[in-house]
């Protein structure tokens, strides 16, 4: 007779979620409950827009990691929905923590005053290893939840051995889900940026856009992520040719941004904007943003060549949708 519980290895899954977000929701209490004892003014203060912004990254870090709580019940309940959120969030972090991970190894750290320069190598040792075992675990639940027998403990958990299971409806192809539910969290994020007092510009090809102007763009770009995922995640054909041209539209832009006499002049005027501290507007701290920008641009390669990759599976898919529903 066949356990009707979860396995070992799904239970460790759930219980390291569970640990994971609980952890996520202590930390983005205390980061708000220490953001308000800072004062607004003096030489310690926050800049109005950093603080918004703070506040509001760690309320969606705080529901996210509510969302992951239930997550990991439903997984211990053996839920479809759970493994499929499980395998999304795996590719998330595994996406974010080696992104990180090889940005923190190799961009330089920004210039900060004499003192503190001592301690410039452990932080960099220390947020290596955060996003090192992020990445980590992304990967592992990622190799878990597609492994065969655990599919198999969900499917079971949906049906009885006297019904057979049913058909399983056509799903968007899991590389383009866990892109689309990644652009979706994204763009949510972006569009409470113009409520933070972050100064909104939007710089295309070597121009930057500002005002009303810039904010206009800016909506309008995250509109459009937030169309073409939705619709990704929905299978529906129009969505693969726009989230495919958008990528291209911004690897395009960011490269002539990059390489623009304009970009010096662009990136002082956003500092700016920001009103940094002292020491952070010189050459050097312009060329460090400069080394991240051209890192940055390899993640839009990969999802250009993951998009063009699955192409094929997506449009099977769409097709396999749309059967279903002739049918």
């Known amino acids: 007779m066949e356990p009707s519980g979860p396995s070992s290895s799904v239970v460790a899954a759930a219980i390291l979620g569970i640990l994971i977000s609980l952890f996520a929701i202590l930390g983005t209490v205390g980061a708000i409950a220490g953001l308000t004892m800072i004062p607004e003014t003096g030489t310690t203060a926050i800049p109005p827009f950093a603080r918004s912004m703070v506040v509001a990254i760690m309320g969606l870090s705080a529901g996210l990691a509510i969302f992951g709580v239930f997550t990991c019940v439903g997984l211990l309940r053996l839920k479809k929905w759970a493994r499929i959120s499980m395998l999304v969030w795996g590719g998330v972090m595994a996406a974010i923590g080696g992104t990180m991970f090889v940005f923190t190894s190799l961009v330089p750290m920004p210039e900060m005053p004499s003192d503190t320069v001592a301690s410039l190598p452990y932080l960099r040792i220390l947020m290596s290893a955060i996003y090192g075992i992020q990445f980590l675990i992304g990967v592992w639940w990622l190799l878990l939840f597609n492994k065969r027998a655990v599919r198999e403990q969900f499917l079971r958990a949906g049906g009885t051995e006297s019904q057979p299971l049913a058909t399983p409806q056509p799903r968007c192809p899991l590389p383009l889900a866990i892109l689309a539910g990644f652009s979706v969290l994204s763009a949510a994020f972006c569009l409470l940026l113009p409520f933070t007092n972050f100064p909104v510009n939007m710089i295309l090809f070597g121009y930057r856009f500002h005002g009303a102007i ?104 769409c097709a396999a949708k749309e059967a279903r529903q002739n049918s």
């Open 214 to 317: 810039g904010v206009a763009f800016f909506y309008l770009s995250v509109a459009l992520v937030l169309v073409g995922a939705t619709g990704m995640l929905r299978l529906k054909r129009w969505s693969y040719p726009l989230m495919l041209s958008q990528y291209f539209f911004w690897m395009a832009s960011g490269t002539i941004t990059l390489v623009s006499p304009s970009y010096d002049r662009n990136m002082r005027e956003l500092m700016s904007q920001m009103a940094p501290p002292e020491g952070l507007m010189g050459q050097a701290a312009i060329a460090q943003t400069r080394v991240f920008g051209v890192l940055s641009l390899i993640p839009g390669v990969l999802i250009i060549w993951l998009l063009l990759y699955c192409h094929t599976r997506f449009v099977e898919a």
